[in-house]
């Protein structure tokens, strides 16, 4: 008893209050305003430098507009594979799912095996408690794999998986997922 009263008030003032503010974290009740200030700070730090070898090519409205209805028909990804690979394109990756069969898929095929180097995307099915930690999520099923006829052809298999936070935003995606043993 002796050793409660030498304590000084301002130590168990900031004890309590360090035991309260744990106890509250530990429910998740600093989870927005944690998600909102990672917005702002993200919004806040200076412009990350970017490489001018790298290119993204947005299907954006006004391409819609242009060329028609969505999905674009797979002679359109052939033609822009061949572009890409006439100018140089190290590397050829789409976050477009192909799951579908349609009637230009050879055509496409073809284009990628010729390229050697496009990767087209795969998703994945995660459970929600797996999504925080450090090692890869587990993937139980494949929710939208490549149509038949592009097995095969291109140079691998992505994933294009992300998470959804609370608020609804996406902020973060797997860098790689493990499925039956392999990442």
Do not use: C
């Not at 969505?70 to 990804?77: M, T, V, Y």
């Not at 992505?158 to 609370?166: A, E, H, M």
């Amino acid at each position: 008893m002796r050793f409660l009263k030498s304590v000084p008030l301002i130590t168990w003032v900031i004890a309590l209050a360090a035991v309260t503010v744990a106890f509250i974290s530990a429910f998740g009740l600093f989870n927005n305003f944690e998600l909102i200030s990672y917005d702002r700070r993200m919004k806040m730090r200076p412009a990350l430098r970017s490489s001018s070898d790298i290119v993204l090519i947005e299907i954006a409205d006004d391409t819609l507009k242009t060329l028609g209805k969505w999905p674009l028909p797979r002679d359109f990804h052939a033609s822009l594979v061949k572009v890409l690979k006439d100018y140089g394109a190290s590397q050829i990756v789409f976050d477009v799912m192909f799951p579908e069969a349609t009637a230009y898929d050879e055509v496409f095929a073809e284009e990628a095996k010729s390229a050697g180097n496009v990767y087209l995307p795969m998703v994945f099915y995660l459970e929600e408690k797996q999504k925080k930690g450090y090692l890869p999520p587990e993937a139980g099923a494949i929710l939208s794999d490549l149509a038949p006829a592009l097995k095969g052809a291109p140079r691998g298999e992505s994933q294009i998986n992300v998470f959804v936070d609370p608020d609804g935003k996406y902020r973060r995606a797997p860098l790689f997922i493990r499925y039956e043993g392999r990442n």
